[in-house]
């Protein structure tokens, strides 16, 4: 009979770190009723390399540490996913999992998917069904090419699931609600206790923005990220101070395209900050401003407005429950959408709770996706290693 099975996760960067932690405390809950065990080898590839980007988030949200990291590095997407393909494909073969799990649509969720795919080894994918209809952005590549490869998709909205149906792969689908808002919800109440970041930025009874850019189509475009960067000046300047964390990829662009530009003495630039520090923000925060998908969602999941700089968004849900308001880098649809958010929200906290509740689920998301995975792994074995 069939006692355990071998659960391996992939991760790579800072938001499948942060979607990485309930899957673990998930596990342990799992573990913990007795019956069939999991066994959870957790590979990291090294996309995300350096301690702001990496390390802190293993150390602030207690994630086991990887059992193996690939250290891959940055470099273009082609080699850059060979490597992970190739680290992933020899640690698949030595490890021999059960299942794989990949989270969201990064090269490693692809480079994962593929060479699971090539050895026959079940995959699940945590945030699957998203799509922004963006051939251009990589990570519309990613996610659908790993959605159509894996075994069980963890749809987080109903939207999602929509979408996966018009692709003719409903039958791999399953409901799970949305893992970042279980983590959200957990670790927003550790850095109320624990971050000390409001206080040691001297934020205290101050009403702030929180800003942040780091997406190719943004920085890479050096029109679109003159544009950015002058429009935060211009909200600092004439609505409220802005804490823009900034991310290595805009840092390192800056003294080659725009070497003259410089912050607003009421745009504060400072270094990357941990998640807990980052929730912190977020929560203390009257409006954010992001190309970041992961951050449009902790901001709606927290109560907090959001301008997304971007030409579209994953995360519709957020837009329809009018927490969020697309504006690319256009400059008139920035200025309607801080308009709107001053007209609407800048001297009141809304609350979303019964919008999140019906598009995100409850919190329960990691749960959900476990259940899920362990009946896939029965259902699939023969019938004389069925578990008891």
């Not at 499948?16 to 309930?22: G, S």
């Not at 090539?118 to 090419?145: C, Q, T, W, Y």
């Not at 544009?227 to 004439?238: G, I, R, S």
């Not at 964390?245 to 912050?263: E, Q």
Request: proline fraction near 5%; aromatic fraction near 6%; include cysteine.
């Amino acid at each position: 009979m069939k006692d355990r099975f071998k659960v391996m996760s992939l991760v790579g960067a800072r938001p499948q770190f942060i979607k990485l932690a309930p899957l673990c405390r998930a596990i342990e809950q799992f573990n913990a009723r007795g019956g069939v065990q999991i066994d959870h080898f957790i590979v990291h590839t090294g996309q995300h390399y350096d301690h702001g980007m990496s390390d802190i988030f293993f150390e602030e949200l207690e994630i086991p540490r990887p059992d193996l990291n690939l250290g891959v590095g940055s470099g273009k997407h082609g080699a850059q996913t060979a490597e992970m393909l190739k680290g992933t494909e020899d640690i698949l073969l030595q490890e021999k999992p059960d299942i794989l799990v990949i989270f969201g649509d990064t090269n490693s969720t692809a480079a994962g998917a593929l060479a699971a795919a090539k050895l026959h080894i079940p995959i699940a994918h945590i945030e699957a069904g998203l799509r922004s209809f963006n051939r251009d952005m990589p990570e519309e590549i990613n996610r659908v090419m790993s959605d159509h490869l894996s075994d069980i998709l963890l749809a987080p909205t109903p939207t999602a699931i929509e979408n996966l149906k018009r692709e003719g792969l409903a039958d791999r689908t399953e409901s799970s609600g949305d893992i970042m808002y279980d983590t959200v919800m957990f670790n927003t109440k550790l850095a109320r206790q624990k971050s000390t970041l409001i206080q040691d930025l001297q934020l205290e009874g101050q009403s702030i923005a929180l800003a942040t850019i780091h997406r190719a189509e943004n920085t890479n475009d050096t029109q679109r990220l003159e544009t950015l960067l002058n429009k935060l000046n211009e909200f600092a300047d004439h609505h409220l101070p802005v804490v823009f964390p900034m991310h290595p990829r805009t840092k390192n662009m800056l003294p080659n395209v725009l070497p003259d530009w410089k912050p607003s003495p009421n745009l504060r630039v400072i270094e990357p900050v941990g998640y807990l520090d980052m929730l912190a923000l977020i929560d203390h925060a009257r409006l954010a401003l992001t190309d970041s998908g992961g951050l449009q969602k902790e901001a709606f999941f927290l109560n907090t407005p959001c301008i997304t700089l971007r030409d579209e968004t994953e995360w519709v849900e957020t837009i329809q429950a009018g927490g969020n308001r697309l504006a690319g880098a256009d400059p008139e649809l920035i200025d309607a959408a801080i308009a709107d958010w001053a007209q609407r929200w800048a001297d009141q906290t809304p609350d979303f709770t019964e919008a999140i509740h019906e598009a995100f689920g409850r919190a329960d998301s990691a749960e959900k996706t476990i259940d899920a995975i362990v009946r896939f792994l029965e259902k699939s074995l023969p019938e004389t290693e069925k578990v008891a």
